[in-house]
């Protein structure tokens, strides 16, 4: 059996979690804290979930968008939610906001 190559949206979904990390571990080092201190404020157990997130392989779940923006230091939460869903919904994104790129 052979595995089936991805597909081009495949391949744009797993490069807009890699830019959301990379965003998201923006925000982290901004704010002063470790991976571990992320986590922590957040409620997760595992560290490596946060390395995970901000290398693209995981997502952050949308019951604790709230508590990331908290733990960030992000007074807009609206805007950090908007700015997420860029990246982990672009369709949905652009049908509410008319815009199809994430803006930094």
């Known amino acids: 059996m052979t595995a089936e ?3 081009s949206a495949a391949n744009d979904m ?15 080092k901004d704010a002063g804290l470790s991976q571990r201190a992320l986590a922590e ?3 997760l157990y595992y560290y490596t979930t946060i390395t995970q997130i901000e290398a693209g392989k995981l997502r952050i779940q949308p019951d604790r968008y709230e508590a ?3 733990a960030l230091g992000v007074t ?4 950090f939610i908007k700015q997420l869903m860029s990246y982990y919904d672009p369709v949905t994104h652009k049908a509410l906001f008319g815009d199809s790129e994430p803006s930094e």
């Open 5 to 7: 190559p991805q597909s």
């Open 14 to 28: 797993a490069e807009l979690r890699r830019e959301a990390g990379l965003w998201l571990r923006s925000l982290r």
């Open 41 to 43: 404020a957040v409620g």
């Open 68 to 70: 990331f923006a908290q």
């Open 76 to 79: 807009d939460t609206q805007t």
